[in-house]
């Protein structure tokens, strides 16, 4: 059964520093996802893209995130400058027509 | 912008019990999705349930779309059901606080 991957799975970095979180979503999938989810709290929503193109965005995403689909199988998140309040399991998730969402295993960041 | 409360936030079983989580929303949606966050983190599908009812197993799901709510039952708990069950609605999905689910043996 197809299904989203996501790497690495976890992931350290110093405050300061860039990051790039890498998804690949299910291949014939239109719509793409990133969430995170902070240690002990619910899942927020993060970015949705769609046709290549941002379609809409949390108050969360600001300058420092970024998203892309460089390819036809990638999308990546990437987060200019990582502050400690980064810190977060991340979510990527895609879907195809069908409004219901299949999500990756999550990468774990981690900013010291 | 759109509510989703779950109950009950915390629930602890023996194993063999029933039991019944709830999800209210605040508005009407073309989109409802029950998840199993495992003790790894990982968010497993449950249900795509906008309306109606789903059986998986010994899961099943409940949405009254007019009314506002869904259900996820889970019949005859195993340890294995342990950990978080998260409602979500809505095309970029709005979570709950989840439900966390312990099964004691």
């Known amino acids: 059964e197809p299904e989203v991957t996501q790497t690495p799975s976890h992931q350290v970095t110093q405050m300061g520093q860039e990051v790039i979180l890498r998804c690949v979503p299910i291949s014939n999938h239109l719509y793409f996802y990133w969430y995170r989810q902070i240690l002990g709290q619910k899942v927020e929503f993060l970015v949705s893209f769609y046709n290549n193109e941002i379609s809409e965005k949390s108050e969360i995403f600001d300058d420092q995130f970024s998203v892309e689909r460089p390819d036809g199988s990638n999308f990546t998140l990437k987060i200019r400058s990582t502050k400690l309040e980064d810190s977060a399991m991340y979510f990527c998730?895609?879907?195809?027509?069908?409004?219901?969402?299949?999500f990756g295993p999550g990468t774990r960041l981690t900013v010291t | 912008g759109i509510q989703v409360e779950q109950s009950p936030p915390d629930l602890i079983l023996q194993e063999g019990a029933n039991s019944t989580l709830r999800c209210n929303f605040s508005d009407s949606v073309n989109n409802l999705q029950w998840f199993h966050q495992n003790p790894w983190g990982q968010l497993i599908n449950l249900f795509y349930?906008?309306?109606g009812t789903k059986q998986n197993g010994r899961l099943s799901a409940t949405t009254v779309a007019t009314e506002r709510y869904s259900l996820l039952y889970i019949s005859s708990s195993q340890t294995t059901d342990s950990g978080v069950y998260f409602c979500?609605?809505?095309?970029?999905?709005?979570f709950g606080k989840g439900t966390k689910l312990t099964v004691n043996p």
């Open positions: 979500a609605v809505a095309e970029k999905l709005v």
């Open positions: 998730a895609s879907r195809r027509l069908v409004w219901e969402q299949y």
């Open positions: 349930i906008p309306s």
